[in-house]
C-alpha cells in the first residue's frame, strides 16, 4: 500500500508540475499589458515585432519547417488563438483559406487584419502551373484534373516592396488598437521601411546582372521576387501537389530547352522529385528558404545564392 501511495504521489506532483510549466509558457502572452498579436508564418513575426518593439507579443501560427499548403492547428495554437486580440493574416496562403473560419469562431473578438490589402497580387503563370493539356491523362486509375486554385499567388513577402505596404498596415492597426504607443509605432515603422529600401536596392544590384532570366524552382514561392527584378521562375510542383508524370516529363524538356542547371528547393518540401529532375538534366539542388524569420538578413542570402547560382 507505501508503494502504491507513493506512486500516485508522484503522478499528481508530475501532472502539477507540467500544468506550472504550460501555464508558464503562455503566461507572457496574456496579462503583461502588451498587445498579444498571432500571424500565420514567421517572416510576418519580424514584421509585427519591428513595428510594435515592446509593446506587442508576437506569436506565429505556422511552426518552423512546415508547409503552410499542409499545416494543421494544434492545441498550443487554438491557446494563442484565445489569447489573441490581434491576427495579422498574410491573405492567400492555403493554411488561411483552410482555417480562417475556425480561427475566427475561436476568438470572435480578436481583430482580424489582411495584410495584402493595397498590393497588387500576381497570378501563378502557365510556366508556374503546369498548364500545358497533360491534366487530361489518366492517372493513377482516375481522371488527374487541374490543380484547384484561384490562380492568385500568396507569397506576398518575397517583394521588399509589397512588405513596405504590410507594414504600414501593421502600423496603422497597431496605432489605432494602441494609440498611447502610437508615435513609437510610426518611429518603428519608418526605421524598418528605411532598412527594406536599402534591401530593395541591394537585391536590385546583385539580381541585376544575372546571366540565366530564367530560375527553376521547386515550389513557386519566388514570383513576386522574379517579376520585381527581372526574370522568370519555373515551378515543378503547384499548391502542394506533387507533378504527374508527363508533367516531369515536361519539366526536363524545359530545363533542358533553357540550359537549366541549378533547381532551387526549400525545406518545407520533399526534394526527391527536385533531385530526380536534376540528375536529368545533370544538374544541382540549392536550398533557399522563403520562410525565415530574420526577414531582411535572410533575403540577402537568397540574392546572393541566386546571383552566384544563375551565373554573372
Known amino acids: 500500500m507505501e508503494i ?39 517572416p510576418q513575426k519580424e514584421f509585427v ?19 503552410p499548403h499542409t499545416y494543421e492547428l494544434t492545441p498550443g495554437d487554438a491557446i494563442n488563438i484565445e489569447n489573441a486580440e490581434i491576427y495579422f493574416r498574410i491573405g ?10 475556425r480561427i475566427e469562431s475561436m476568438n470572435p473578438d480578436m481583430l482580424v487584419v489582411d495584410t495584402s490589402e493595397g498590393i497588387t497580387l500576381r497570378e501563378f503563370t502557365e510556366s508556374e502551373e503546369h498548364e500545358e493539356g497533360e491534366h487530361d491523362e489518366e492517372h493513377d486509375g482516375e481522371m488527374h484534373e487541374e490543380h484547384e486554385h484561384e490562380g492568385v499567388d500568396p507569397h506576398i513577402w518575397l517583394s521588399p516592396k509589397n512588405v ?88 526536363i524538356e524545359e530545363a533542358l530547352e533553357h540550359d537549366i542547371k541549378v533547381i532551387f528547393v526549400q525545406s518545407q518540401f520533399s526534394t526527391e522529385t527536385a533531385q530526380s529532375v536534376a540528375e536529368q538534366i545533370n544538374g544541382v539542388v540549392v536550398q533557399i528558404d522563403p520562410l525565415a524569420e530574420n526577414y531582411v538578413d535572410n533575403m540577402m542570402r537568397v540574392g546572393d545564392t541566386i546571383s552566384s547560382e544563375l551565373g554573372n
Open 92 to 101: 492567400h496562403v492555403a493554411f488561411e483559406k483552410a482555417h480562417i473560419s
Open 164 to 251: 513596405i505596404i504590410q507594414i504600414e498596415t501593421i502600423h496603422e492597426t497597431l496605432a489605432e488598437y494602441d494609440p498611447e504607443n502610437a508615435a513609437e509605432y510610426r518611429k518603428n515603422a519608418d526605421a524598418h521601411i528605411a532598412r527594406l529600401n536599402e534591401l530593395d536596392a541591394e537585391l536590385r544590384q546583385t539580381l541585376s546582372g544575372i546571366s540565366t532570366k530564367k530560375m527553376m524552382v521547386f515550389h513557386p514561392a519566388w514570383g513576386y521576387l522574379a517579376d520585381e527584378y527581372g526574370f522568370e521562375q519555373m515551378a515543378i510542383e503547384n499548391e502542394g501537389k506533387e507533378p504527374t508524370a508527363s508533367e516531369v516529363a515536361h519539366i
Open 49 to 67: 515585432s519591428s513595428v510594435g518593439g515592446n509593446h506587442v507579443n508576437v506569436v506565429e501560427l505556422i511552426s518552423p519547417g512546415a508547409s
Open 4 to 42: 502504491g501511495r507513493n506512486i500516485f504521489l508522484f503522478l499528481v506532483i508530475s501532472v502539477v508540475v507540467m500544468s506550472s510549466g504550460c501555464v508558464q509558457q503562455n503566461a507572457g502572452t496574456v496579462d503583461d499589458g502588451k498587445v498579444n498579436v498571432i500571424v500565420s508564418i514567421l
